[in-house]
């Protein structure tokens, strides 16, 4: 548990360096090496299943021998105190708070600044979306949007794997959640390839997902946004979201920020309609993205401190 809280305080002063050397990009890496020699266009859908799933299998058998290859070595080291803040700077490029919150605040600033062009641009990087028609109130959605899911994704998604597993099982959801951002799509290309890795990714987000949204409502009520409506929400629009996990995050926020969130979207030219959750009861805004930053901040805390207690009640004893 002191590991994981390690980590966390590692990220809050050193971030998410941009590396071509860091873990989750070298993970990608070997996703787009292996995908030019599986992937056929000319296949059936079935050889794409099975192909997309071998990927699947290499990729993740490759990083969890990896990655416990590299923590016994550690361990022979017989230095606890070493081998734990080794594990806990490994640990800690698998979340990303500190950049998350960094990408809001730069939004933040180029919407405050009135600079709706860079805004648009920067937004880009961190949507699928299409950008470049997106007006003030629609830079903001895309931005609540993606700290509030990105929380479950990029912080506490590893972080639960962690301490149920231990770092080589933190890096295999790593590997299960950038195989489905790289090849989890349904379009033609990716329908049948890529299904075996979104279909992993929804089974083992689905328990950190409903500990996020959960912890929100949380963070709502300590941060004295509206609880209650965010506990509404999150049981009235959750299950709205195309992915069974992704609206337990943006659902409590929505209600805890009184916002709407969800609606109309660009993707390569082409709109498409996602439900909506929320109740526009607030107009939406740059000031809803720094509100959702301290969600974001409130719920991670929060749930290392949950953890952190639950470890020392069993550790006496009593569980």
């Known amino acids: 548990m002191i590991t994981a809280i390690a980590a966390f305080l590692i990220d809050a002063v050193i971030g998410d360096p941009r590396s071509n050397f860091h873990p989750v990009v070298l993970i990608g890496k070997l996703i787009a090496a292996l995908e030019g020699p599986l992937y056929r266009k000319e296949d059936s859908n079935t050889r794409k299943l099975m192909l997309g799933g071998l990927l699947a299998c290499i990729v993740l058998l490759f990083t969890f021998l990896l990655?416990?290859?590299?923590?016994n070595i550690v361990n022979m080291l017989n230095n606890y105190y070493v081998s734990m803040l080794i594990e806990a700077f490994l640990l800690s490029f698998t979340i990303s708070p500190k950049s998350l919150a960094a990408a809001g605040k730069e939004l933040y600033g180029y919407l405050a600044a009135g600079d709706l062009e860079n805004a648009r641009y920067k937004v880009g990087w961190i949507v699928g979306r299409d950008t470049d028609?997106?007006?003030?109130?629609?830079?903001?959605?895309?931005?609540?949007?993606?700290?509030?899911?990105?929380?479950?994704?990029?912080?506490?998604?590893?972080?639960?794997?962690?301490?149920?597993?231990?770092?080589?099982?933190?890096?295999?959801?790593?590997?299960?959640?950038?195989?489905?951002?790289?090849?989890?799509?349904?379009?033609?290309?990716?329908?049948?390839?890529?299904?075996?890795?979104?279909?992993?990714?929804?089974?083992?987000?689905?328990?950190?997902?409903?500990?996020?949204?959960?912890?929100?409502?949380v963070s709502a009520f300590i941060l004295?946004?509206?609880?209650?409506?965010?506990?509404?929400?999150?049981?009235?629009?959750?299950?709205?979201?195309?992915?069974?996990?992704?609206?337990?995050?943006?659902?409590?926020?929505?209600?805890?920020?009184?916002?709407?969130?969800?609606?109309?979207?660009?993707?390569?030219?082409?709109?498409?309609?996602?439900?909506?959750?929320?109740?526009?009861?607030?107009?939406?805004?740059?000031?809803?993205?720094?509100?959702?930053?301290?969600?974001?901040y409130t719920d991670v805390i929060l749930f290392l401190l949950v953890c952190h207690i639950l470890c020392v009640i069993y550790s006496i004893g009593v569980l």
């Open 67 to 71: 990655v416990n290859g590299i923590m």
């Open 133 to 217: 028609q997106l007006d003030s109130g629609e830079v903001s959605r895309a931005t609540v949007e993606t700290i509030a899911e990105n929380t479950v994704d990029g912080i506490i998604a590893p972080l639960f794997f962690f301490l149920i597993g231990g770092l080589p099982v933190a890096y295999l959801y790593r590997a299960v959640n950038t195989l489905d951002s790289m090849v989890g799509y349904r379009n033609e290309r990716y329908l049948y390839f890529g299904r075996v890795s979104a279909r992993l990714d929804d089974v083992l987000g689905y328990i950190p997902a409903r500990i996020t949204g959960l912890l929100f409502v």
């Open 224 to 296: 004295r946004y509206d609880g209650k409506k965010s506990w509404k929400i999150l049981w009235r629009d959750a299950g709205k979201h195309p992915s069974p996990n992704g609206g337990w995050a943006e659902a409590s926020v929505a209600g805890a920020l009184k916002i709407r969130l969800g609606g109309y979207n660009s993707y390569f030219g082409k709109v498409h309609f996602r439900a909506y959750m929320g109740d526009p009861d607030e107009t939406i805004n740059k000031e809803h993205i720094i509100k959702t930053i301290c969600m974001m």
